[in-house]
């Protein structure tokens, strides 16, 4: 049997100011991830924007997971965190600098 | 159906607990996956700016234990996953998820299902009014012989601004068209829009919401239509089959790259500030061809 796997994007042409989060993804059948984070538009300084990984034990509560990475500071930039073991329910947060905004395309590839 | 496909349907489970037309199109339970399941997208051109708002909401369903935060994981009706389609934490966000085939035989058809809704269970309440509604929609076309794309729509109103609705209703009104882009190719319609929902004849039922917003009951559901006719044939949920005679699709002219199309979509509808959550275990569609 080959490993399946799926890819869903979780968030899709949203502007992203300030502290943010995706809306959350339960994925406990999934071993791994990967997830991407595309900037479609961006406005003001987003080198010191970075993106976190959470995770949650039931899609309310939510705690980071370690894993850090940079957010895409310019228009068509593409980041990545990569993951493994993190239990039932999965979303990415991310701090955008004050004046600053990006609109995101965040997908997340999952696999057995 | 002849006794002896009768016996066999009933000797394997997985297919006892349907009734399935004489020929299954797809069964689909999601301790095997995804099955082609996946979130609708509104149509767009040369940026996704140009989305119909209402379609921009939407976003990819999971394959989902329940897992709630005060017993951990309920599980399937059978099995570990089922398919959860959620809203987001908004007054009045929606979201659907589908799957896109097409037909061979004009003819009829029928969605059978098993599903239970419940809001995210984020405050100690019994929140039994926090979900609007949860629905079913088929998306036709005729075969290109034809001239109609014709979309049966059926939901459950469970509230509405607070107030127990407790009926299924379906939907004929349409939605006007908007151009997307500037090819002049594309057009959008929010065929989801609050507005023009009309009550099934004889149509309140109460369901099992059960005690607290963790409990879970799965549901039987069954909607037939007629591919030909394009009107519909049956509507039954648990121990109750509504009169269906009077009741008509949502019916528009054919598009230009839509023939044979037999979409099957299941959305939900938040009443509150707080997700949504439509759990399906399983989906068959059956024909009779």
């Known amino acids: 049997m080959i490993r399946r796997s799926f890819t869903a994007v979780v968030a899709r042409n949203e502007t992203w100011t300030g502290e943010v989060a995706t809306e959350p993804y339960e994925c406990a059948w999934a071993g791994e991830a990967i ?24 899609g309310i509560h939510w705690v980071d997971e370690g894993t850090v990475f940079p957010m895409p500071a310019k228009k ?31 997908t997340l590839a999952l696999k057995e | 159906m002849d006794p002896a496909t009768r016996a066999v349907l009933r000797a394997d489970p997985r297919l ?11 069964c689909d339970d999601f301790d095997e996956g995804y099955n082609g399941w996946l979130g609708l ?23 989902s234990p329940v897992t709630m935060w005060d017993t951990g994981s309920h599980g399937s009706h059978d099995g570990t996953y089922c398919l959860k389609t959620a809203t987001r934490a908004r007054k009045g966000s929606q979201n659907v998820s589908l799957k896109r085939v097409t037909f061979r035989h004009p003819g009829p058809i029928q969605f059978e299902g098993y599903f239970c809704f419940k809001p995210e269970a984020s405050d100690l309440q ?18 290109e012989a034809g001239s109609r794309r014709v979309m049966p729509h059926i939901r459950y109103l469970n509230a509405l601004d607070g107030t127990p609705m407790l009926r299924w209703q379906y ?32 149509g309140g039922q109460k369901l099992c919401y059960n005690e607290v917003p963790t409990k879970i009951n799965w549901h039987y559901l069954k909607i037939g239509f007629d591919l030909r006719a394009m009107r519909f044939t049956a ?20 598009m230009a790259n839509l023939w044979c199309m037999l979409n099957l979509a299941v959305f939900v509808e938040t009443d509150v500030d707080k997700r949504a959550f439509l759990f399906l275990d399983s989906v068959c569609l059956s024909g009779d061809f």
């Not at chain 1, 984070?37 to 034990?57: H, M, N």
């Not at chain 2, 019994?126 to 088929?138: I, K, P």
């Open chain 1, 35 to 58: 997830v991407f984070v595309r900037a479609l538009e961006t406005r003001g300084g987003l080198r010191a924007a970075k993106a976190r990984v959470q995770i949650s034990p039931d």
């Open chain 1, 76 to 106: 068509g930039d593409l980041t990545f965190g990569r993951v493994r073991h993190f239990g039932g329910f999965f979303r990415l947060a991310a701090k955008v600098p004050p004046r600053a905004s990006v609109k995101v395309l965040v």
């Open chain 2, 16 to 26: 006892s607990r349907f009734e399935p037309l004489s020929r299954i199109i797809y």
């Open chain 2, 41 to 63: 997208i509104g149509n767009y051109e040369g940026s996704l700016d140009s989305m119909l708002p209402g379609y921009a909401q939407y976003l990819q369903p999971m394959l």
């Open chain 2, 126 to 143: 019994l929140s039994e009014l926090d979900v609007r509604a949860v629905g079913v929609l088929f998306d036709l076309q005729d075969g």
């Open chain 2, 171 to 202: 939907k004929q009104a349409k939605a006007p068209f908007a151009k997307i882009g500037t090819s002049g190719k594309t057009v959008s319609h929010y065929h989801l829009a609050p507005e023009g929902w009309e009550d099934v004849p004889d």
């Open chain 2, 235 to 254: 509507l039954q949920c648990n121990d109750r089959s509504f009169d269906v005679s009077k009741m008509s699709p949502m019916v528009i002219p054919a």
